[in-house]
């Protein structure tokens, strides 16, 4: 065994309202700089929908990168660093129209617009150049599936399903969404840190932090194509790359990233991890379906007496112990198997849990038998929809989440409210396990 401390999270999407106040307080402490104005270290995000970088979750968009000029091949487009990319021949970078231009508004176009019919516009404008742009996507543009017309609807996820199943999710009565905020997952198994050339990359020692060195970092970007979340930035101005440092300065004097202070939901947990790195490599290796499993797997049980003492062992401080002994994400995770990790058939093992979103999956109690999901088409979500997102495609996992959620919501009501058989909530219990 060999015990590790690792900071993590569990963002429970129920409670978040998609209200950006995490991203903007990100946003004024960390990439508030030139050559950083278009990243949002955290992004949230409106799924189904593109997200940020536009279909970031096409693992093959960022690869088919090349087009011909001239008889040579060069990326699709220009953007940050378009020259130095092609010159190191990585194909798979997003460019800035993927990340959608930071943008304001032309106002005095509406002083200045000659007499008309109609209202005048204000025109967007790039906040680099002030150039007129035209704006295809953004945060939350697809909130009602109709925002993104060119992108919402190629959401990958949406492949999973069948046809009829894609034609409902469109059905005004049934639309359907939630927020998905992000930030890097800080990974046990980071794709950055591997593929980059100069080691410039690194996980803090003392608890996994994903740093990258400004000193070292050489402007590969490897580190941009490599993360399959899309979670590491190029600084334009620098010639650097720069990602989510979890607010490791406020982390050391006891404070919480500023995300997860400022966050109006209270939807983000923080806590500490312990986990086997000898088990790591055989987690990753492990098929699709269960790496969910897997991947709780190397987590360790803190209050296991064995642990502990391997933990000191390896150097783990006794505050660091005690933090993993009080840890919500250990009993999110592990305890309760609520909190799934997002997207774990790319392998990286992300530190960043999810509860899934009960609303927009829920399905009522059936009649008489005090069950649920004894009717998954009533469901405006499809599950399988969530498990691509949630269970690495395997749907079991995420079902068995949403049991403990549905019957723990119907438990608390035949409780406080009554209006409830006992019969639907002990059922839903029973089903659930509980
Ligand atoms: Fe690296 Fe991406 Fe994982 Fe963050 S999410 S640690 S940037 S691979
Ligand atoms: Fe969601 Fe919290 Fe961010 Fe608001 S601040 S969007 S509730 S995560």
């Not at 690792?6 to 903007?24: A, P």
């Not at 990439?31 to 104005?37: C, H, L, P, Q």
């Not at 593109?50 to 960022?62: F, H, I, T």
Request: aromatic share 10%; charged share 25%.
């Amino acid at each position: 065994m060999n015990v590790r401390a690792q900071i993590s999270s569990v963002f429970h999407l129920d409670k978040c309202i998609g209200c950006h106040t995490c991203s903007v307080a990100c946003k004024n402490q960390w990439t508030d700089r030139r050559g950083v104005e278009y990243a949002w270290w955290n992004d949230v995000e409106t799924k189904p929908g593109a997200g940020y970088p536009v279909l970031w979750e096409d693992q093959e968009k960022y690869r088919g990168g090349w087009t011909v000029e001239g008889g040579r091949p060069a990326l699709r487009q220009g953007g940050p660093g378009a020259t130095l990319a092609r010159l190191f021949h990585n194909p798979a970078l997003p460019v800035l129209k993927d990340y959608y231009e930071p943008f304001t508004y032309r106002y005095q176009d509406l002083f200045d617009a000659p007499a008309g019919d109609d209202q005048p516009t204000a025109r967007p404008i790039s906040l680099l150049d002030g150039r007129p742009i035209d704006i295809e996507s953004g945060p939350n543009w697809d909130d009602d599936l109709g925002g993104s017309p060119v992108y919402a609807a190629q959401d990958p996820g949406l492949a999973r399903l069948t046809a009829a199943e894609r034609e409902q999710l469109f059905e005004v009565e049934r639309l359907a969404f939630f927020y998905l905020p992000r930030i890097c997952n800080h990974c046990l198994n980071p794709a950055c840190v591997a593929a980059c050339p100069s080691g410039a990359i690194y996980k803090r020692g003392e608890d996994g932090v994903v740093l990258v060195s400004q000193d070292k970092c050489r402007s590969w970007r490897m580190c941009i194509s490599a993360c399959p979340y899309k979670k590491v930035y190029y600084n334009w101005s620098t010639g650097k790359s720069e990602k989510c440092i979890l607010c490791y300065p406020r982390l050391e004097v006891g404070e919480a990233p500023a995300c997860f202070h400022t966050c109006v939901g209270r939807i983000r947990y923080l806590g500490v991890l312990l986990y086997d790195a000898d088990r790591l490599a055989a987690a990753a290796s492990r098929p699709d379906a269960e790496l969910v499993e897997a991947q709780r797997e190397v987590l360790l049980d803190p209050a296991d007496p064995a642990v502990a003492a391997e933990a000191r062992a390896s150097g783990v401080s006794e505050q660091v112990l005690e933090a993993a002994r009080r840890s919500p994400v250990w009993r999110f995770v592990k305890e309760w198997g609520l909190a799934l990790p997002l997207h774990a058939e790319w392998r990286t093992l992300p530190m960043l849990f999810y509860v899934p979103p009960l609303l927009p999956a829920l399905a009522g109690p059936a009649e008489g038998d005090g069950g649920f999901f004894t009717s998954l088409e009533r469901a405006r979500l499809p599950l399988r929809y969530l498990a691509g997102l949630f269970g690495a495609g395997n749907t079991e996992v995420v079902e068995a989440a949403y049991r403990k959620l549905i019957a723990v919501r119907l438990h608390r009501r035949a409780a406080q409210v009554g209006d409830l058989p006992p019969a639907a909530a002990a059922g839903a219990l029973a089903a659930a396990g509980l």
